[in-house]
């Protein structure tokens, strides 16, 4: 290992023990982090190696020499005052498994759902034709949404706010449940659990706190329709859901609440390769509510056929309702 690494990892692990990381030297930090593998143990050795020296243990030098050397050389007001005794040392040792975490990327098929356990204690649930990409720093844990939908159960730890971001609308907790969705135009958030804070990327400073059964969507720019000003400025509009339920596609159902017919197909044509087609217009304003199986689209034709009079009529890729 080199001297200069060390010399590095020496001043972020005095920076992260003492809580002064801004959003910029989270991203330096993350930045080194990335640039080589050997950097993520030279950090977690000169954390250990600190813990152990803010306690009074000699064993640092021992078990973590180059390390130790280059933490007790530090100048004494830059050292950061840690937690004592055995919650100090459990920090240390906790800190391994997302100190060596390298990003990874999740992704579904058409039809698919899909649990990941996260290294944090976190679980990600994806919905149908999604992917994320998860990157655990230092400081952040850091989930992208790249297309599609996923819920969240988030683990606590406030000192690493967990962020996801979807196409510039970010949303942090630290222990909670959520989902986030990206549609045609719009992100969808909506909190299960907890609260979240909902935010533009390009305006940082207008937060918006969303709580359990919950849910708002806010406007995103498209491929050649940029966002008005008043979408931009204007703060998203807050709904109410269902507090602390699951969304229903996690057990492979959908809920729809005076949903239209032609929104409801459209919903169900996300899981299935049987595309429901509503021909008649008047069929398509229809409202509809009720919970239905992904899975079974011949049974949501069916049923709004019962309901509106329709004429069903398929072939093998196709469901077509109408007069």
Same mark, same amino acid.
């Given at each position: 290992?080199?001297?200069?690494?060390?010399?590095?990892?020496v001043h972020w692990a005095l920076r992260v023990d003492a809580n002064s990381l801004d959003g910029a030297e989270r991203s330096a930090m993350d930045a080194w982090l990335a640039r080589d593998p050997r950097h993520r143990g030279a950090l977690f050795r000169a954390r250990a190696a600190l813990t152990l020296l803010e306690n009074g243990d000699d064993t640092a030098q021992d078990a973590i020499p180059s390390a130790t050397a280059k933490v007790s050389a530090a100048p004494q007001r830059r050292r950061a005052p840690v937690l004592a005794g055995v919650a100090a040392a459990c920090a240390a040792v906790l800190a391994l498994p997302w100190l060596l975490t390298t990003p990874s990327a999740y992704q579904t098929v058409k039809g698919q759902i899909r649990e990941v356990a996260l290294s944090d204690g976190s679980i990600a649930v994806l919905n149908t034709d999604s992917r994320v990409e998860v990157d655990y720093g230092i400081a952040t844990r850091r989930i992208a949404l790249g297309r599609g939908e996923a819920w969240f159960k988030v683990a606590h730890n406030a000192a690493r706010p967990f962020i996801v971001e979807a196409d510039g609308v970010l949303v942090r907790a630290t222990g909670t449940a959520f989902s986030v969705r990206e549609r045609e135009g719009a992100v969808v958030v909506a909190v299960t659990e907890g609260s979240v804070e909902v935010w533009r990327g390009d305006r940082a400073g207008r937060r918006v706190t969303l709580r359990a059964g919950t849910m708002a969507s806010l406007p995103v720019a498209t491929p050649g329709q940029p966002l008005p000003a008043t979408a931009t400025n204007a703060p998203p509009r807050i709904e109410q859901v269902a507090a602390g339920e699951a969304p229903a596609w996690r057990e492979g159902g959908v809920a729809f609440n005076e949903t239209s017919v032609e929104d409801a197909a459209a919903e169900l044509n996300r899981y299935n390769q049987v595309t429901l087609h509503v021909a008649d217009? @008047?069929? @398509?304003?229809?409202?509809?509510?009720?919970?239905?199986?992904? @899975?079974?689209p011949a049974q949501f034709a069916d049923a709004v056929a019962r309901i509106t009079g329709a004429h069903v009529s398929r072939n093998r890729n196709e469901i077509f309702i109408g007069k």
């Amino acid at each position: 290992m080199s001297s200069d690494i060390d010399d590095v990892a020496v001043h972020w692990a005095l920076r992260v023990d003492a809580n002064s990381l801004d959003g910029a030297e989270r991203s330096a930090m993350d930045a080194w982090l990335a640039r080589d593998p050997r950097h993520r143990g030279a950090l977690f050795r000169a954390r250990a190696a600190l813990t152990l020296l803010e306690n009074g243990d000699d064993t640092a030098q021992d078990a973590i020499p180059s390390a130790t050397a280059k933490v007790s050389a530090a100048p004494q007001r830059r050292r950061a005052p840690v937690l004592a005794g055995v919650a100090a040392a459990c920090a240390a040792v906790l800190a391994l498994p997302w100190l060596l975490t390298t990003p990874s990327a999740y992704q579904t098929v058409k039809g698919q759902i899909r649990e990941v356990a996260l290294s944090d204690g976190s679980i990600a649930v994806l919905n149908t034709d999604s992917r994320v990409e998860v990157d655990y720093g230092i400081a952040t844990r850091r989930i992208a949404l790249g297309r599609g939908e996923a819920w969240f159960k988030v683990a606590h730890n406030a000192a690493r706010p967990f962020i996801v971001e979807a196409d510039g609308v970010l949303v942090r907790a630290t222990g909670t449940a959520f989902s986030v969705r990206e549609r045609e135009g719009a992100v969808v958030v909506a909190v299960t659990e907890g609260s979240v804070e909902v935010w533009r990327g390009d305006r940082a400073g207008r937060r918006v706190t969303l709580r359990a059964g919950t849910m708002a969507s806010l406007p995103v720019a498209t491929p050649g329709q940029p966002l008005p000003a008043t979408a931009t400025n204007a703060p998203p509009r807050i709904e109410q859901v269902a507090a602390g339920e699951a969304p229903a596609w996690r057990e492979g159902g959908v809920a729809f609440n005076e949903t239209s017919v032609e929104d409801a197909a459209a919903e169900l044509n996300r899981y299935n390769q049987v595309t429901l087609h509503v021909a008649d217009p @008047a069929i @398509a304003r229809y409202r509809i509510t009720g919970y239905f199986e992904v @899975a079974k689209p011949a049974q949501f034709a069916d049923a709004v056929a019962r309901i509106t009079g329709a004429h069903v009529s398929r072939n093998r890729n196709e469901i077509f309702i109408g007069k």
